[in-house]
């Protein structure tokens, strides 16, 4: 891909290895796992980063957090959504679209989360896009959107690929540039919608504090029946509303 050198994120690491251990039985469904302290020690991380890590499990359905118990293991996910296929920035502006900042542009493999979601092989290279999405000076959303691979996207929406291969990136959300280059093809939307709070590293990128409560979207768009993004928006507290269907 002609994109910028790899970058693999310490979280996403230290969030493979406790998946791996989900996977492998270490900690099999309705377990608990062990307390923070303890958990930081046996991995040889630091609690912060172990946090971080914990928070993403728990966002994408490995994990629930039980009072007076703690976190256990879970294969359950929400299904509750916005099923729009429309960029976040429109979806959340008052008229006029919410302005998209890049932070990261790059190429990972996959984790638990895109290898559900865009069925991605173990060593696969995801696009992958962070921006941040801002309005009067404020930041409104954190998105993190991932393409599937290349050689998918070549099959079934070669012009999504060639748009995501511009140099340079354009400074606009991965969805944005799906919707822009999908004239005459037809996208479906799936999403969900879970309660959560930023954590540290997503509340620096929003200028907030760590336990900011805050709504997390996740959301694949599909072209027939194969999965071309995968995304998750992180709206904190104050965010500009957002049009949900609730389905039981």
């Known amino acids: 891909?002609?994109?910028?050198?790899?970058?693999?994120?310490?979280?996403?690491?230290?969030?493979?290895?406790?998946?791996?251990?989900?996977?492998?039985?270490?900690?099999?469904?309705?377990?608990?796992?062990?307390?923070?302290?303890?958990?930081?020690?046996?991995?040889?991380?630091?609690?912060?980063?172990l946090r971080e890590a914990l928070l993403l499990l728990q966002e994408d359905g490995l994990l629930t957090v039980r009072r007076g118990v703690g976190r256990t293991v879970n294969d359950r996910v929400p299904r509750r959504g916005y099923e729009r296929v429309q960029p976040l920035e429109e979806l959340l502006s008052a008229g006029a679209a919410l302005r998209v900042r890049p932070l990261l542009r790059a190429v990972e493999e996959p984790t638990d989360f895109t290898a559900q979601h865009l069925l991605a092989a173990a060593r696969a290279e995801l696009r992958f896009w962070e921006s941040l999405l801002t309005g009067e000076g404020t930041a409104a959303a954190l998105s993190q959107e991932w393409a599937a691979e290349e050689e998918v996207l070549e099959r079934v929406h070669p012009a999504?690929?060639?748009?995501?291969?511009?140099?340079?990136?354009?400074?606009?959300?991965?969805l944005s540039v799906l919707a822009g280059a999908s004239r005459g093809i037809q996208l479906t939307g799936h999403s969900a919608v879970t309660a959560t709070v930023l954590g540290q590293r997503r509340g620096e990128q929003l200028d907030r504090s760590a336990d900011t409560p805050a709504v997390l979207v996740t959301q694949v768009i599909r072209v027939a029946q194969t999965p071309v993004l995968a995304a998750k928006h992180m709206l904190p507290t104050g965010a500009p509303a957002l049009p949900v269907l609730h389905t039981t």
């Open 1 to 49: 891909m002609a994109v910028s050198a790899q970058q693999r994120r310490p979280v996403v690491a230290l969030y493979e290895r406790i998946a791996d251990a989900i996977h492998d039985g270490t900690y099999p469904p309705g377990s608990t796992l062990p307390s923070e302290p303890r958990l930081a020690g046996a991995l040889g991380v630091s609690r912060p980063a």
């Open 160 to 174: 999504f690929a060639q748009a995501l291969r511009a140099e340079p990136a354009p400074a606009a959300s991965m």
